[in-house]
């Protein structure tokens, strides 16, 4: 069965480095996303990407953030300057033709920790 | 502003017990309402979603949910919980123009006893 895979499932940075978190999403996909978990507070929404470009980001996704589907086949999500609060849990999603038409499948996740 | 509230954060039951998950939402249209299930290690997968129609729906696993519009709520129920069932569990909700994001609640965290 086709699935989303991120990597690292759990990385460690010092506050003010950069960090990559990387996603595979299923093949056919066009849509993908990136959302979060601060320990003990709701899941958020980040970011979507469609057709190479970002569709829509939330309050959170600042310039801070970035976003790139480099090869066709990886999505990545970089944090250039870490600070703590950026500590949680970082689901990657990706779906066929939207969440409104189809469903978006989730990876397992990524724990980031800032220290 | 959508909302979603899961006042439960953590339920236990036993084996065979049936199950409720209360969920409720925010929002000024019609939504589409989503239920997903994260078991330990593993990313979030969908058990059932809601978007028209009939307002009982099932979903995998042997779960259903109901929506009611009066109550601006979508409840997830089993009749009969497995030991597998222990899993946290997510409410979200999405519209139906405009923005593609999901909307997530908090939460349930179900443990399930022998």
């Known amino acids: 069965e086709p699935e989303v895979t991120q990597t690292p499932s759990h990385q460690v940075t010092q506050m003010g480095q950069e960090v990559i978190l990387r996603c595979v999403p299923i093949?056919?996909?066009?849509?993908f996303y990136w959302y979060r978990q601060i320990l003990g507070q709701k899941v958020e929404f980040l970011v979507s990407f469609y057709n190479n470009e970002i569709s829509e980001k939330s309050e959170i996704f600042d310039d801070q953030f970035s976003v790139e589907r480099p090869d066709g086949s990886n999505f990545t999500l970089k944090i250039r300057s870490t600070k703590l609060e950026d500590s949680a849990m970082y689901f990657c999603?990706?779906?066929?033709?939207?969440?409104?038409?189809?469903?978006?499948?989730f990876g397992q996740g990524t724990r980031l920790t800032v220290v | 502003a959508q909302s979603v509230t899961q006042p439960d954060i953590h339920i236990t039951v036993s084996e065979g017990a049936s199950l409720e998950l209360r969920c409720n939402y925010s929002y000024g249209a019609t939504p589409y309402l989503f239920w997903y299930v994260q078991s330990p290690g593993q990313g979030l997968q969908l058990l059932l979603k809601?978007?028209?129609?009939?307002?009982l729906v099932q979903g995998i696993k042997g779960f259903e949910a109901e929506f009611k519009r009066s109550q601006s709520s979508f409840n997830l129920r089993k009749p009969s919980v497995h030991w597998s069932d222990a899993a946290e569990y997510f409410c979200a909700v999405g519209a139906y123009y405009g923005t593609d994001k999901l909307i997530f609640g908090t939460g349930t965290r179900l443990q399930v006893f022998p």
């Open positions: 093949s056919n996909h066009l849509y």
């Open positions: 999603a990706s779906s066929i033709g939207g969440t409104k038409n189809t469903e978006a499948f």
């Open positions: 809601y978007f028209s129609g009939d307002t």
